[in-house]
Structures are given as C-alpha cells and as structure tokens.
C-alpha cells in the first residue's frame, strides 16, 4: 500500500467522478472544443478550452473530501488499514487522473483534427507542453481538496470561486478606487502569487513559475491532509 | 500476564456544546465475548462506539483497540464495523463496494463473494447502492464489517429493517463468530435479540454508564400457566416456597433449561393442570424499565 495515496481509492473516486454525467459533458465539450481548433501552447491556459478546463477541476474538486466524509463512507474506508494521508492523496490522485485524462483526449482528438488539415507540424514540442499546461489546473484541484477538508458539501467551490472573482475585482477595482496610494504595481506582484501561474508563455516554458507551480501543487496537498487529520469523521445524526 | 482487551475504553468524554453525549464512560469487550449496549435514544450509545473507534476525538478518556491506538493501522486490520443505515456511494454496485474494501484489507476478492451468498446479496449485489432496501443497505454494511474477518465486530442497530430471515442470518454469524473468540459490541434496540445473543450488558443513560449486567450469569425464570390455580395454590405454595403465583401463573428462579422439566413434573404430580410452560430470560426488559426507565 502506498503511504502517499492508496491506489484503491484513486481508482474508485476516478471512476465515480470521472464517469459523473457533469465530468464526462464537460469532457465532451471540450474534444469538440479540440476537434475544430488547433492544439496550441495555450490551449489549456487561455479561451474557451480553459474555461471548461477549469469548470471540470471545480467539478471533480468539489467537496471531494467533504462529500465522502458527510454520507459516512469514508469513516468505513478510514477503519481500513489505511493512513487518513494515504486516503486524501487518493482522492485527488484520482481525480487529478479524470482531468490528466480529459485534457490528453481532447489534445489528441485536437492533433488528430489538426493533423487532418495539415495544420500540425509534428513537434514534439507539443507533447512536452501538455503536461505543463495541466500542472495550474491540478493545483487548484488540490487547493479545492485542502479547502474540502475543512469545509462542508460543494462549499469548497463556491468559496474558490468567490475568492478568485474576489481578488479579481480586487486587483482591478483597488487601484481605480484608491488612486493615491498607488496599489496597481503591488497587487500586479501579488497577482503572480494568488494561485498556480501559467508556465507557458509566447515564448515557451517559464521555469520559475513552472516551479511555482509544482510548489503550489504539493503545498495545498500537504495542507489537505493537515487539515483532514484535525477532522472527525463520524457522521452527525441530523 | 493476560492478553490485553479486545476493546478498552476508559473515562470517555464527549460533548456537542452543551449537550454532554457521553460522560466518563469505562467498559471492556474481552475476546469470545458479546457485549450488548442498551439505553433509550440519545442515551449516547453509538456515540460510545464512534469514539472507541475515534471516528470521534474524545473531549476526555482513551479508547484502546487490542491494547494499541485506535488510529494504528494494525489494530484496524483487526476490526469491523457496520453503523446504523450505513451509507455507499450511490452509483457503486454492492459487489463492488465489497471488492474495493478487499483491495484496501489487501485480501482476495473471492471473499466478497463468498460473504455475498452467506448474507443473501446475490441478486442486490449487481445493482447499484442506490436502489437498495433499508435491509439490504444493513446486510451490506455487516458485509462489509465481516470482509476481513474480524477479531473485534462493533455494530450498530444490526437488525433494524430486516425481515425475521435477516435477523436469524445475523444471529447465526454472531454466534459463529463468538466461536472462533472474536468479540462483538452490539448496540440494538432489540431487547429480545440482546437477551439472546449477549453475554453482557451495558446499561447506558445520559452518557453514563448505570449498570452492567451479566446476561449468562444471571438466574432465568421458569413461567407456568395453570388451567386450576387457585385449586393447587397451597400445594404449590408449600412445594416451592421460593416460587410466586399470580393470575394464574406461577414464576420461580431456575438455574438454566435442565432444571424446567422437573419443575413441569413436579407441577403435574401436585395436581396442576398446565396449559403453558415456558423458560423467561434474564428479566432484561423489567431490568431496562428500572434501570433506564426509572420504573420500579
């Protein structure tokens, strides 16, 4: 048994989320996306493939934790012979399998498609930016799974969601308000530390934030199973 | 020395803001024994199994699995549990909820079907859990306590919504699992089945433990029904002086189901015309009312 996650597990939450009529639409939607566009290096982090991108994280990260937690299954999986560490890294290994998945077949129909009209030029290039265009999108996966371990329900997405309209207007709204006090260049710093960055840019991959990222990823994972250690498990009567 | 309780707990404490659920509660389960809690609802009993199992942190006290954490892998391998109205991922069929805890208990597969056919579940099995009956949704969740063979069986409300065949499977695998030494706590509201299958009661009230009860130590009652009461009431008075009759029925202490038939016969021989004769358990019921109910 892996002490990291537990295999058992992530192969149950990618079945029972990925085959979820939302996750497999969604993924639907975005091979469509791919079958009439062409793959780019920021295919994943920009327009209408990232929306939905994003949108199927919020899906499968929504009371991923809490969810089990509140129908009393995973008091029954906890009594097992295995780690509450071990059981969190499975619900997210799990799901970050769905959304590794989605994005590879729609990246492939969208080769395939692409190829087809003779729009791609067979580099490998494309391939090694695949993964690096997923890694924001799991991070948010796991930031949803650490906010779940405290939270109730799909709470957990809606307060993601508040939290980035939130320090959007923020960021946008803050220094048009309070002209004097000159916040625009200190919330533009601070806007490349709310959250996992995009590492692909025009000119290719950025280190510093693809590191950025891979810090982000493994941070909120640890603090979600901080966090569900500190939890109860045992279901509330109502 | 002594091998180490099955379940130890000492002291447990545990409260929702103000309301004190359980309150320095202190019990053992010891190996081949089952051990039954009764108390009205709210009386604290499943949160006294949750927190043995720390699927609740304790405000106070410790609960000890085979003298180890409850939280240490090794005694968890050990151990079952089926809670009341136990809930499963809807979409998930019954059989392959049972596969994934084989995979997670690292044991092969084939037990969960096996324990499919001996709890009934074969037709349930292929459906998803969302469909199931209250009863069926029971025996799977007993299923699932039973996959890895447990050394230590807690169960809450086992029998409720099952048909009388469901409440004689789960007797039978009790009583069999008993055999082989495991202990079981058993929360139930059944009377009847406590007194039936139990070696011990626990008494609990308020969170608190009132009293405990040795089921199989205690003396049983022999209860005749007489046609002509009143014509041998002297008879039998001198007879038994021990014994008592009422209504029509005379009542007296035996040690177990081999000292009846003399009683029956010696009825018989003092002229009693008997209509019913039966064995009465440990008086759980009236104990309940007194201890529980504040009845005298």
């Not at chain 2, 994934?100 to 009934?120: E, F, K, M, T, V």
Request: glycine share 12%; aromatic share 6%; net charge positive.
């Amino acid at each position: 048994m892996n002490r990291l996650f537990s295999w058992p597990i992530a192969r149950q939450t990618a079945r029972e989320r990925g085959l979820a009529p939302p996750a497999l639409a969604i993924t639907l939607v975005l091979v469509l996306l791919a079958a009439g566009g062409r793959p780019s290096p920021g295919t994943w982090s920009g327009g209408a493939s990232a929306f939905w991108l994003a949108l199927l994280v919020l899906v499968l990260g929504a009371g991923l934790l809490s969810s089990e937690v509140e129908s009393g299954h995973a008091q029954l999986v906890l009594l097992r012979p295995i780690t509450r560490a071990a059981w969190v890294g499975g619900r997210l290994f799990g799901s970050a399998l769905v959304v590794c998945l989605a994005g590879a077949i729609a990246w492939a129909v969208g080769l395939v498609a692409a190829g087809a009209r003779g729009g791609f030029d067979g580099s490998p290039a494309w391939f090694t930016l695949l993964p690096i265009g997923l890694l924001p999108h799991l991070g948010w996966l796991a930031t949803l799974a650490a906010i779940s371990a405290v939270t109730r329900g799909w709470s957990n997405a809606a307060l993601l969601v508040a939290l980035r309209f939130g320090w959007f207007f923020g960021r946008n709204a803050l220094p048009l308000a309070l002209p004097r006090w000159n916040l625009g260049p200190w919330l533009l710093a601070a806007d490349r530390y709310f959250g996992p960055q995009d590492a692909v840019d025009a000119e290719g991959i950025v280190p510093s934030l693809l590191f950025w990222d891979v810090l982000w990823f493994l941070g909120a994972w640890l603090l979600a199973v901080l966090l569900f250690n500190q939890r109860e498990l045992a279901r509330r009567r109502p | 020395m002594t091998a180490a309780p099955a379940l130890e707990a000492r002291g447990l404490r545990k409260a929702y803001g103000t309301l004190l659920a359980v309150d320095d509660l202190s019990f053992e389960v010891a190996p081949g024994e089952i051990v039954g809690i009764l108390g009205p609802n709210g009386a604290g009993k499943t949160t006294a199994l949750q927190l043995a199992l720390r699927l609740l942190h304790p405000d106070a006290g410790e609960a000890r699995l085979f003298g180890l954490d409850p939280e240490d892998l090794a005694a968890r391998r050990r151990v079952g549990y089926a809670p009341d109205g136990a809930h499963f991922p809807p979409r998930m069929t019954g059989q392959a909820l049972l596969e994934l805890h084989c995979d997670l208990l690292a044991i092969p597969r084939s037990r969960a079907i096996a324990l499919i056919g001996q709890l009934g579940l074969e037709e349930p099995a292929r459906r998803p859990t969302g469909t199931y009956s209250r009863g069926q949704v029971q025996r799977l969740g007993l299923a699932q306590a039973l996959l890895g063979e447990p050394d230590l069986l807690l169960l809450d409300e086992p029998t409720a919504g099952l048909d009388p065949m469901g409440v004689a499977r789960i007797r039978a695998v009790l009583v069999e699992l008993r055999g082989r030494g495991a202990a079981i706590l058993l929360n139930s509201h059944l009377l009847s089945e406590v007194e039936r299958v139990c070696d011990r009661v626990l008494f609990v009230k308020g969170g608190r433990l009132l009293r405990t009860h040795d089921v199989r130590g205690s003396m049983r009652h022999a209860e005749v029904r007489l046609a002509n009461a009143p014509a041998v009431a002297a008879r039998i008075a001198q007879a038994f002086p021990q014994g008592t009759l009422e209504g029509g029925r005379f009542r007296i202490a035996i040690s177990g189901e081999e000292a009846m038939p003399a009683v029956v016969r010696e009825l018989v021989a003092l002229g009693g015309e008997i209509v019913e004769a039966a064995i009465k358990g440990a008086e759980l019921e009236e104990l309940y009312l007194q201890l529980v109910e504040g009845r005298a």
